[in-house]
């Protein structure tokens, strides 16, 4: 990954142990409310584990990133990620993998029963070890977030948990620790997030216009049907973001009513199902431009900052500039009227190419290795964790940039 600086200064970021301080004063401050959406990859299917593979690069951003989330004198280590490389492959090289087949071939006897006992006692080192990286993880007390993360619906303090389960991270973990080092005060994030859904249809704005049915849904016989649930999930979200506006003091404890609150910036993280139709890849930027007007319009906030991260599951500078929904999203971006106000914040450039060598080996052979860095198929950017707090620091990079101009 090309190496980028991290804004902050090492010696600036401050996390003491896995907690960030909050202010006494945050109830004197205006409320800053983000808001999230996307579809699969904005829900986030991350284990909070694979964080540690940050600690195999030695770019100085990434070891920022290291600070931000397990703190200064963190018992999470580089060593200790070294030490449970060694141990993956060591019940690889024992079990035959995911598969178990060495262990299975084997005839009943003490050298098999020496080898299970073995076995047993490296993975369960293993799942400590997983554990032990989870729970050092920092949840934030001045940055709250309410969250629709598919079924995985939940609010409180922002830490690991926020992903589609308890245990997996999207994008809003780190842009929610790093946006808390850009501005004061208190800080929620309201994220919803649908996987295997597509602007052009799911998530359709009201000003695209109506949908056109393919020759395919006209003789559905389910036409009126299917044109009723177009938007269906633009809805859905402008819906759930209304409940919790409407329910401030439960979402967050530093809020003030006095102080009132105000949308600070919205991020957009989606495309991957707009790519298998060419009405859906022609229109991505049209939609995209009328999304983000739309958007501002609902909430009344007419420039208001808008990142929109790019579609990067082709992993390289070539085969993401090929994709249509990639090229839509980077040039929604760039039209006059968004100057300085939406900004297209590129995701393959955080891609964990370490995690994807360990993938190409062969993962179910190499499952135990694979484990510790990546936790998903590459259209989920490998599940890794190291990705997902790259691009939510790269999202909280661009956004304080917007709020700086506006």
């Known amino acids: 990954m090309k190496s980028k600086l991290f804004k902050i200064s090492l010696t600036s970021v401050v996390v003491a ?5 909050v202010s006494p004063s945050l109830a004197e401050t205006k409320l800053k409310v983000f808001i999230l959406a996307g579809q699969s990859n904005m829900v986030g299917h991350a284990r909070a584990h694979t964080i540690a593979t940050l600690f195999h ?19 999470v280590s580089k060593q200790m990620l070294l030490d ?23 005839k009943p006897g003490p050298e098999k029963l020496a080898l299970e006992a ?6 369960d080192a293993h799942e400590a070890y997983k554990q032990l990286v989870a729970s050092a993880c920092a949840v934030s007390d001045r940055v709250y977030i309410s969250s629709i993360a598919d079924r995985n619906r939940k609010s409180g303090k922002l830490g690991v948990g926020y992903g ?3 245990k997996k991270i999207g994008p809003e973990y780190a842009f929610g620790l790093s946006i808390a080092k850009h501005i004061d005060g208190p800080i929620l994030l309201i994220k919803t997030s649908w996987g295997g ?44 973001v209304q409940k919790v506006l409407d329910n401030l003091k439960d979402h967050h404890p530093a809020y003030d009513v006095k ?71 980077r040039e929604a971006a760039k039209l006059p009227e968004f100057k300085d106000n939406v900004v297209a914040v590129e995701s393959y450039t955080e891609y964990s190419h370490f995690s994807y060598g360990v993938f190409k080996k ?42 700086a101009k506006h």
């Open 118 to 123: 073995e076995v047993k006692k490296l993975k």
């Open 197 to 240: 859904k597509s602007l052009n249809y799911n998530f359709r704005p009201p000003s695209a216009g109506a949908y056109e049915l393919n020759d395919k849904e006209k003789s559905s016989g389910k036409a009126e049907e299917i044109k009723k649930n177009a938007g269906r999930d633009y809805r859905m979200m402008n819906d759930a």
């Open 57 to 75: 690069s030695d770019d100085a951003r990434d070891e920022a990133l290291v600070e931000l989330v397990f703190g200064r004198g963190s018992k």
């Open 84 to 106: 449970q490389l060694v141990r993956g492959r060591k019940i690889d090289s024992l079990t035959g993998g995911i598969s178990n087949d060495k262990i299975k071939a084997m």
């Open 259 to 329: 102080a009132g609150y105000e949308i600070a910036g919205f991020v957009w993280f989606q495309g991957f199902n707009d790519q298998f139709s060419p009405a859906f890849r022609e229109n991505y930027k049209a939609n995209m431009v009328a999304f983000v007007k739309d958007v501002r319009k609902e909430y009344k906030v007419p420039n208001l900052p808008f990142v929109i991260g790019v579609l990067g599951t082709g992993m390289t500078a070539e085969k993401v500039a090929a994709n249509a929904v990639s090229v839509g999203q």
């Open 17 to 21: 142990s896995c907690l960030l301080i």
């Open 362 to 403: 062969g993962w179910p052979k190499h499952y135990h290795e694979w484990d510790t860095v990546g936790s998903d198929r590459p259209y989920h950017y490998l599940g890794s964790g190291a990705f997902f707090v790259r691009l939510g620091n790269a999202f909280a990079d661009a956004m304080a940039d917007l709020i």
């Open 164 to 166: 589609g389960d308890g």
